[in-house]
Structure formats: C-alpha cells, structure tokens
C-alpha cells in the first residue's frame, strides 16, 4: 500500500519540478511534458481505498482515492499538462518550477483523506501559487505581497479550525460536516478565502492579472478549484453557501462588465463562475454536487483556454487594455477562434462543456424549488455575455483595429495548448457521457432536449440583443473598479500610518533620551565627576523597577486573597 | 571509564568553568576561538551522556566535594534538566564555528579573547543553573551567567550598547536579588538550601508559617520572572538583544532565558508543587494574563520595528509568553508544549539570529529599510531565515507548529478555547512581521547598502543552515524533542502534590 | 489610414453587415415561434410559457447591465488609485 504513496500523481509531479532544476534545452521541454502526463496516467493507478500513515498519534490518510478524487485528478492533471505545454518557451525555470509544485499540491489536496495532510498540501500550494504570482515581474510584487498575506490568513483560519476540529471530535478524517461549532465556522471560512467569496474575493482580480502570460494559467486552473473540491467534501448542503455562491457570481458579472483589463475580466469572470459552483455545493442534492463536479472539471479547461487566449495577446501584443485592442481575428485567428469556442463554452451554449455541466445545477435548483436561486441562476447564466461570453471575444477580435500590429497568433505549442483544450470544450459538449461516468453520484440527467437546449439558446441570443443594443454604454474604459480590497490598501495603511507616527516619535524620544543618558554616563566614568544622582534613574529602568514592584505586590495581593 | 562517568555532573561545570579562566590569559582572539569551541564541544557529550543515564536508569545525584546534602551541594540530573543541558550545550556547539568571523568583524582584536572568556564564564553558568540542586548554589551561577552577559552585552560595536547593557545589569541585579530574598525565606522556614530537602520540609513549613512560604514564592516567582523576560519585566531585553554582537545575541537569545525558564519550571513544579497545591497558589493565576499579554503586545511592538535585530527580540518576548502559558496551563498537553517551545524556539531563534548576524556581516546594517532586496544577493541566508520564520509562526510540518500545537490542545482540554483562539491569532501577528521583513527582502529593488553582499563564508554559514534545518526537521520527527517534553511534563504532573 | 483599409478583414465587413442585422433579427423570431413546437416542463409554472427564456435573458441582462452602470457611477477610479 505504502507504495501507492511514492509512485502517487503528485510525487510525479514533485519529482518533474525536481528535474526541471537540472535540465535544459530539449531535455527541459521533455521533462515539462512528461512529468504532467506521468501524473495523469498515474492518476488511473491510484487504488480505491485509503493510506494511512502516523504522525503526532493521529492517524493520518495521505491518500484516499474514490470516484470524485479521480475525476478532480485527472483534470488537475491534464490542466497541468496543457499549462506546461502552452509554457514550453517561458524561460523562468522558478515559475515553471512553481507551477510544478503547485499542480502537485493541488493533486496531494484531492487524495488528501484527512485535514492534517489536506493543510500541508494547502500550504504548498499557496507559497508555489505566491512565486508563481511574484514572476509577472516587478509590478507583480505588490499583488503576490497581499496574496500571501491573504492566503495565510486563510491557512490559519484553516489550520485554527482544523485543530479545534480535531480537538472536539478526535478524529482527522475528511467527512461531510455541518457547520455547528466555531471549529467548523472556522474550517469553513478558511476554505471560502480560496474559493474568491466575501470579503476576500478581490485577491483573485488583484493578483491573477498581475501574472506573466503563462503563470496565469496555472493559477486560474487550481486554487479555487482545490476548494471547492474540498467543499463539495467537507460541506455540502449548507444553506449559506447556495448565497455566498450568487453574490459571487453577480459580483463577477458586474465587475467584469466595466473592466477594461481583460486578463482582470477573465479574473471576474473566475469568481463568478465559482460562485455558480459554491451555490451548487449549497444545495447539495445528488444531481447539484454532479454539476459541480461536472462544471469544475469543465471550467477548469475552458478557464485555462480562455487565460490561455489572454495571454497569448498579451505576448504577441504586449497589451491587456481594451480600449488598447480590437479587431485582432484577421491577425490572430486562430487565438480568435479559440476565444470564440471558450466564449461559447463560459457561456454554456449547447455542444460545449459549459452547458452539459452547468444546466445541471440550474435543474437542481428547481428540483429543489429553491425560486430565488433558481431565478438568480438563470439571470447569472444569461449574464455571461457580459464578461467572456460575449463581451470580451467581441471587444477584443472584432469591431474595427485601433492601430495596425504587426502581430500574429503565439508560437506552435500555446496554438496546440490552446487547440487541445478548444477540442476538449467541443468533445466534452457532444459526448458528456464520457465525463459524467466519472461523477460521484449516479446520472440520470439527459443535457440534450429538445427544451434545454431552444431555452440555453433563447436566454443568451436575447440576452447578446440586450448587449447590442446598449452597445454604447458598454465601452471598455481606462480605469479600476474599487472593490472590497480597498478596506486593506487604503483605509489599513491609513490606519497603519498613523500608528507608525505615533511609534516613531516614541522611540525618537526613548532613543534620543538614551543617547543623552548614555553620553552622561560616559562623562561619569571619565572624570569620576558628572551631574550626581544619575545612577539608576534612567527612566526605562526606573519603569522596570516599577513594575518588577507592582509584579510584586500583585503576586502578594492574589496570594493573600486566595 | 566508571570513575568518569562518576564525575561527568561535575564535569559539565567545572570544564566550561575553568576553559574561561584560561581563555582570560589568552591574547590572540583566533586562539581563544580554537580553545573555546574546543570546551564547548565537549559539553554536549557530556549532556548527551547524563541524558542516558538519566533516560535508562533515572535521577543522578552528585556530591559537589564529596559532601552529602544539606550540607554540601548537590548536583541532581534528572529528565527535565538534563534535556535543558543537552539544549543549551548542543546549541552552542553548533553555534560556535560561527563565532570567528563575526566576533572579528564586531569586536576589536584586542578584547576578542576577552569575549570568548565572558562566553565561556556565561556557559558555565548556564549549566550550572540546570544542573545544581542547590538553591543558593544555583543563585551564584546566575551571577556568573549574568555578570558575563552584561560584559558581552557592553561589547557591541553600538554606543547604545553600553546603556542596554547598564540597564540590564540594574535590572539583573534586582532579579538576582528577589531571587536570593527568597532562596533566603524558604531556608529561614524549612532551614535547608538544598531544592529536595526545602521540597520535603515546605509542606510542614507552610502549615506554620503559610506568609513567609507565599512571599518567598512570591519573590522568586518575580526575580526569575526578570530573567527570563515575562512581559512586562522585558524591558532590558529588545535593547540588550539589539546592541550585543551578533554571536552574543544569538547565544543568549537560544538559551539564557531558556535557562531561566528551567529555574522556573524547578521552583514552582519540583518545590512548591511537591509541598503544595500548586494549583491553589496564584502562579497560574499571574502566568495567564501576562502571556497573552506578552503574545500579543510585544508581537505588535515587533510588527512595529525598523531593527531587525529589535524586531526579533520582541519577538522573542512573545514566545516566551507561549512558553509561559503552556506552564500556566499545568496540565500534560499544555506542558509538554511549553517545555517543546522552550527547546524549537532555541533553535528557531538561535537560526534567525545568526542569519541577521550574516546579513550584520555582509552588509553592516540590520534597518529593515536598508535591506531592500537582500533576498537575492545574500539567497541562502534569507532562505534560512524564511524557513526559522515560518517556523516561528508554526506553519505545519516545522518545529514551532508542534509546540503550538500542543499548546492549542493543552488549552482546549483545560477547557479554554479562547485562549487556543488567542494563540493561533498571535501566530498571524508573527506572519506579519515575518511578512514584512520578506517584502523587503524579496520584492523591493536592491538597496545600496546590500547591493554587494552575498552569502556569509562557510563557516557562518552551516552552523546557520544546520539550526534552520533542526527548526525544520523537528516538526517531522518529534522524537527528541516532542517524545522527551512530553514525559518531562508526566514527570512534573505525577510528582504534584 | 489608407493601409488599414486596403487590408480591410472581410470578416469583419461581413459580420457588420446590414444583411446580417436582419439575419439576427429572423433568427431571434424564429426561436421565440420554436416554443410552439417545443413542449416545456417548468418546475415554477412560469418557466414553462411562451417565450419565457427570451424574455428573462433580455431582462436580466438588461438588470444586470444597470447594476454595472451603478456601480460604476460609484466605484470607478483611475488607474493609478493604489498607486503612491
């Protein structure tokens, strides 16, 4: 059994980060390509049952293999494979090094069986996920500096919880939980800080564009999915998750709309589509936890094409600004036709991925008869042509050229990254039988009526007649939208630079005070004359006294009372 | 073999002891340096060995003279202190490669020996707190300890050195006293200097005399308090830290208030417990506030601090408040996390200080200001100290996250879940000034002062790496520290009355 | 200007062509008249009418599309905001 633990997806993965740091040239490309696909296929080779393992006296489970674990698996690991493909010419060996790492954590996250190994795994993820974030370059070191700090406040609302969780109930295993004690309020919002929910959600349009055209990849693919992953295990059916879930995904929407940055678009976009994901976990239903595991799988590869697109404009460009970009198709088609099928699939357009997943949390919402989240659902869905659905292939690869660039579509292997995953968008949408085998519930659920389909059709073509028509109040314009990460870089470092005034003209004061007291002590010594009564009357050492006295006479006080 | 064997308690004293006094003949600092790890190497094998015997066939006791207590002094190993020796002895053998190169870049040529003398004369001093079983023998080696502290202190090539060094001589000798004042209590009520012998009288003593007995617990409770810098009797601490030489301060800071920690431990668990219902006195009861108090506050001063070396000494305030609580706790789990704190945080303390003591070398500044990308011009000692940091905040799979997670459950079974809350909140303060010394580090351009630094010579830099390793490895493998910590803190809890 | 337009994209004339706004009009008509063939099963009662799905795309768009104006109107800022 224990050798289920050395040959598992993500030592492969661990092991290809190694190689990475001694290798170059084609050897180099090599080991980005086989190591991914190693993991994949090791994926399959993992053994249905659990691993377990000793530390601290609590019986750890390193790996637990079941049907969900093997579906998230193989997508992390195929994502993984498309990442380091679409990054084979990115010369930074630390970013790729990290994506490596990263994939890997994501990897130990989905076998991980209980909460103590799931924290260790966490934990790797968010310090590769930070260097990753800290490659886009010097601009980058701002946003990676408050992802960090993000991510472990998370990982400590994680790790306080997983203790106490421990603490209450004895046992480290991963079951389904009801959030009925702090513990697992804390468990829970540990995890909700991953998955881009209030009111940590800005990290992921603060920090996801600051990325280099390939780190976004990687990052858009396994933090949030991780989490939600986690969730679906941990808790399903909390109420309060199918409304955090579809603040996230108006949130998204509305945010996107007005962005102008389109690598921060997709970041919108991201939050929204968890949020989709997050309401699915809280209803919890057989065939809503199906969706979620569908749509995760799903939008893990039609995310990372998406990103992949925006990234690759941004390196055959140079650019990310809207109303810096338009009409790129006829010098970039084929980058234009893969934005084109991952549109579609966001958006959930009959025959691609999209719409074979997420239809499948929209029917469990009305199964459920849950009106209000069914009708925010279905608004949701039909808003998608604000980010990339609609807005963000127009905008960018239609309409009228800025300037003349002379660009073309990026080098060979991000157009066979970008074209695989376009595939797998297209093939995911005719054949769903092929995923929905690995879902972890039984499916009885038939994508393909003659219903579904007309209404999917019906909500977007008039949904994209709204946007046409208010065409003009939908221009890309210069600037940001202040969000909730305001709290933490304007009003905390007022905050904080008042405090930092405060601070320093006390210790100007003690500093400036003990020079002078040391420049008398000094004078003491050498002439054996000075200002008399100096000894012993320094004020810090006059409070310390002070309060070495009241120590004293507290420690007599109790005594005496008890 | 045997005879030596004997005499090892004797030994692990008298070899430090008289190694400084030759050392104080010696000119060359280089020579002083050869002599002085020479001694020093020698004292962890004989802790290791006295932790052995101790392990498989329990207490030693050690006749100082060959004169049985009360009247002579008693040396007593038992689990808990020969642990304390085995850390102390063992950090600074590590340390002591270390020492040449920074003592000689801090320290004028001509005092070098000097140094190493008042390092060695403190080492023995050290040890023998741990290892005496003699209430006023233990006073007169705390004198040692601290009278060559405050002179290694007055070395920093710092003006302010010398004030830091003032001020903790006052405030040492305040302590020292209060200590003494009630060493001299206990033996007017139970007529006995020796810690079993007022240990089996208190109980009678108190029964006629219960003021006395409370005030000299009260007295020593505050006296070593000052030592081992409980919030808020840490004043003399950030400055002493700051301006010492870097080897000094790393030194003291992996473990002279560990030691006092030990004299802690000895007095309200081995004396007063036996005799008393620890529990009924106010230990407790005066421990809980204070190091939330220490957690909390001085994490804040540190977030706050421009000095690096300042920042982690007021950090180190802070742990000792975590190491304080598990005392508090009084109960298996909180315990045992405490005395494991004691020992990760010696080595996690002793890798952070000897990295800013690189970076001191390298580029003479430790103003976080100054030290803008230092990250990449001096990798493996920034590396290191990211590693000790990160343990210092107890992410898992480090040293610290073993300690706090003893203390998390130490708490809870003592059924006070906000203060396992206040813990893991602390932890976040240290990201944040942990975080901030990275920023600076990692993500600013490089600065002018540390534009030409790099790593520190090999010798600097293994014993560096080996600490930062050890604060790494011993949240894998928790045998040695963990295992031990946890049957030291049975031992004080079965033998409590 | 004038290169820009000798290598004008056909198709981008082609998709802003007059003939294709007409094209999208029909073939808006003709997916609102498909609910007459198409039976619907609506959990809500209200989701199984004529031309439901049309409408409450176009509505909730246009919703949507107001909340972002709001917000907009509030919380946009230059670029260079955090910037110090």
Redesign the interface.
């Known amino acids: 059994m224990t050798t289920s633990l050395f040959f598992s997806p993500a030592t492969a993965l661990l092991a290809g980060a190694l190689a990475l740091l001694f290798t170059t040239g084609i050897a180099r490309k090599a080991v980005l390509l086989a190591f991914p696909l190693l993991a994949l296929v090791l994926v399959w080779q993992v053994p249905t049952g659990s691993v377990t393992a000793n530390y601290?006296g609590y019986a750890l489970i390193p790996i637990r293999a079941d049907d969900l674990a093997l579906l998230f698996g193989a997508v992390f690991a195929l994502a993984a494979f498309l990442g380091t493909l679409y990054a084979l010419d990115r010369s930074s060996t630390l970013e790729l090094t990290s994506a490596l790492v990263y994939a890997a954590g994501a990897l130990g996250v989905v076998y991980a069986g209980d909460w103590?190994t799931l924290?260790?795994w966490w934990?790797v993820m968010a310090i590769a996920s930070t260097i990753i974030v800290?490659c886009g370059g010097?601009k980058a070191?701002?946003p990676?500096?408050r992802y960090?700090?993000i991510h472990?406040?998370g990982g400590?609302l994680l790790?306080?919880g997983i203790?106490?969780e421990i603490?209450?109930s004895g046992s480290a295993t991963i079951t389904s939980l009801k959030p009925d004690s702090?513990a697992r309020w804390l468990i829970l919002a540990g995890l909700l800080v991953n998955v881009g929910a209030p009111p940590f959600w800005a990290w992921v349009s603060d920090a996801y564009p600051a990325s280099s055209w390939s780190g976004m990849v990687f990052l858009s693919v396994f933090t949030t999915k991780t989490a939600v992953y986690v969730l679906m295990r941990a808790f399903p059916g909390v109420e309060v998750l199918v409304w955090v879930g579809l603040v996230m995904a108006?949130y998204g929407?509305?945010?996107a709309?007005?962005e102008n940055d389109i690598r921060r678009l997709l970041a919108f976009a991201i939050v929204s589509q968890m949020g989709i994901k997050v309401a699915g976990v809280g209803i919890g239903t057989p065939l809503a936890l199906n969706g979620v595991a569908a749509h995760s799988a799903a939008a893990v590869i039609y995310t990372a094409l998406l990103v992949m697109v925006a990234g690759s404009v941004l390196r055959q460009t140079g650019k990310t600004r809207l109303n810096e970009l338009s009409?790129l198709?006829?010098a970039m088609p084929l980058t234009a036709f893969a934005c084109m099928i991952g549109a579609l699939a966001i958006a959930a357009f009959p025959l691609t991925s999209g719409f074979v997943s997420k239809s499948m949390i929209i029917e469990a919402a009305?199964?459920e008869?849950l009106?209000g989240a069914?009708i925010l659902l279905?608004?949701v869905s039909?808003?998608a042509?604000?980010h990339a659905g609609l807005r963000l292939p127009w905008l960018l690869f239609?309409?009228?050229?800025k300037e003349?660039l002379h660009v073309s579509d990026p080098p060979q292997a991000m157009r066979i990254a970008m074209a695989l995953a376009a595939v797998l968008c297209v093939v995911v949408g005719i054949v769903p039988d092929g995923l929905y085998v690995l879902l972890p519930h039984p499916v009885a659920y038939v994508p393909y009526t003659?219903?579904h389909i007309?209404?999917?059709?019906?909500?977007?073509?008039?949904?994209a007649?709204?946007?046409y028509l208010?065409r003009d109040?939908?221009q890309p314009?210069?600037?940001?939208?202040?969000?909730l990460d305001w709290l933490y870089?304007?009003l905390g470092a007022w905050i904080a630079r008042g405090?930092?005034d405060i601070?320093d003209r006390g210790w100007t004061r003690l500093?400036s005070n003990?020079?002078g007291?040391?420049a008398r002590?000094?004078e003491l010594l050498l002439a054996y004359h000075g200002p008399t009564g100096t000894f012993?009357r320094?004020w810090?050492?006059g409070?310390?006294?002070f309060?070495?006295t009241f120590?004293?006479g507290?420690?007599?006080l109790?005594?005496?009372m008890? | 073999m045997s005879a030596i064997t004997a005499q090892l308690p004797g030994l692990q004293v008298v070899v430090p002891l008289l190694g400084a006094i030759i050392a104080a003949f010696m000119r060359r600092g280089t020579l002083a340096w050869a002599w002085a790890t020479l001694i020093t190497a020698f004292t962890p094998i004989i802790a290791f060995a006295l932790l052995f015997q101790v392990w498989s066939n329990g207490p030693i006791s050690y006749h100082m003279g060959g004169w049985p207590p009360p009247i002579g002094i008693e040396y007593r190993v038992d689990l808990l202190n020969a642990f304390v020796l085995v850390l102390v002895s063992l950090v600074s053998t590590i340390m002591m490669p270390y020492a040449r190169r920074s003592v000689a870049h801090e320290i004028d040529g001509d005092k070098q020996a000097w140094f190493y003398a008042m390092y060695l004369l403190c080492l023995a001093g050290l040890l023998g707190i741990a290892i005496t079983g003699d209430a006023f023998n233990a006073f007169v080696f705390l004198e040692i300890s601290s009278l060559s502290t405050y002179v290694m202190i007055a070395m920093g090539r710092d003006?302010?050195a010398?004030?830091a060094s003032?001020?903790y001589l006052?405030?040492g000798t305040?302590?020292a006293t209060?200590y003494v004042i009630g060493v001299g209590l206990l033996y007017l009520v139970t007529g006995s200097l020796n810690f079993a012998d007022i240990a089996a009288r208190l109980g009678e003593a108190s029964a006629a005399f219960p003021r006395p007995v409370?005030?000299g617990?009260?007295?020593l409770?505050?006296g070593i308090?000052?030592k081992l810098a409980l919030f808020?009797?840490h004043?003399?601490l950030p400055?002493a830290y700051a301006y010492a030489p870097s080897f000094a301060t790393a030194f003291l800071a992996a473990t002279a208030t560990k030691v006092a920690v030990y004299l802690f431990l000895r007095i309200a668990f081995s004396i007063y417990g036996v005799a008393l219902d620890l529990k009924?006195?106010?230990v407790s009861?005066?421990l809980y506030p204070l190091s939330i108090a220490a957690m909390f506050i001085a994490s804040i001063l540190a977030v706050?601090e421009q000095n690096l070396k300042r920042m982690l000494a007021y950090s180190s305030v802070a742990q000792i408040g975590y190491i304080t609580l598990g005392i508090a706790l009084m109960n298996q789990a909180g315990l045992t996390g405490g005395i494991v704190h004691l020992f990760n945080h010696a080595l996690i303390k002793g890798a952070l200080f000897l990295a800013l003591g690189a970076v001191m070398y390298r580029a003479g500044t430790v103003k976080l200001d100054d030290l803008g990308g230092i990250g990449r011009t001096m990798p493996l000692t920034f590396a290191a100290f990211v590693l000790a940091g990160m343990s210092l905040m107890g992410?898992?799979?480090t040293a610290g996250f073993?300690s706090k997670?003893y203390l998390?459950?130490g708490a809870?079974?003592a059924g006070k879940?906000p203060v396992?809350?206040l813990i893991?909140a602390s932890?976040?303060i240290a990201?944040l000034y942990i975080?901030r010394a990275v920023?600076v580090a990692?993500?600013?351009?490089v600065s002018k002062a540390v534009a030409h630094a790099k790593d520190p010579p090999l010798m600097m830099l293994v014993p560096m790496l080996a600490l930062t390793f050890a604060s790494v490895y011993f949240g894998i493998d928790?045998e040695l520290s963990?295992g031990v910590a946890s049957r030291i803190a049975e031992l004080l809890i079965g033998g409590l009355k | 200007m004038r290169?820009?337009r000798k290598?004008s994209?056909t198709?981008?004339k082609t998709?802003a062509g007059k003939d294709l706004r007409k094209l999208?009009l029909l073939?808006?008509a003709v997916?609102?008249l498909?609910?007459l063939a198409?039976?619907?099963?609506g959990?809500?009662g209200i989701?199984g009418t004529f031309?439901?799905?049309?409408?409450?795309?176009?509505l909730?768009?246009?919703?949507?599309?107001l909340?972002?104006?709001a917000?907009?109107s509030i919380?946009?800022?230059?670029?260079g905001?955090?910037d110090d």
Not at chain 1, 398 to 401: K, L
Not at chain 1, 454 to 463: E, S
Not at chain 1, 477 to 483: N, S
Not at chain 3, 75 to 79: D, F, K, M, Q, S
């Open positions: 601290l103590i924290f260790v934990e800290v010097e070191h701002g990676a500096f960090a700090l472990f406040l400590v790790m306080a203790a106490g603490a209450m702090w108006i929407i509305v945010y709309a007005l009409g198709a006829d009305a199964k008869h009106a069914w279905m608004a039909a808003g042509v604000l239609f309409g009228a050229p003349r003659a219903s007309l209404v999917q059709i019906q909500l977007l073509a008039f949904a007649l709204v946007v208010m109040w939908l314009q210069r600037g940001i939208t202040l969000d870089r304007r405090f930092d601070t500093v003990l020079n007291k040391a002590l000094h012993g320094t810090p050492t409070t310390m006294a309060w070495t120590l004293l507290a420690f007599l109790i005594a005496a008890g | 003006r302010r010398l004030v003032y001020q006052i405030l305040i302590g209060f409370l005030a617990l009260a007295f409770f505050v308090s000052l808020p009797l004043l003399w400055n009924a006195l106010p009861t005066v706050y992410v898992p799979g073993i997670y998390i459950v809870l079974d879940w396992a809350f893991v932890s976040l990201l975080g920023e990692y993500f600013r351009p928790t963990a | 290169d820009t290598t994209p198709l981008m998709l999208g073939v808006l997916l609102v498909l609910d198409v039976a619907h099963h959990y809500f989701d031309g439901f799905a049309a409408w409450f795309g176009a909730s768009c246009f919703a949507l599309i909340l972002a104006l917000v907009g919380l946009r800022a230059p670029e905001t955090y």
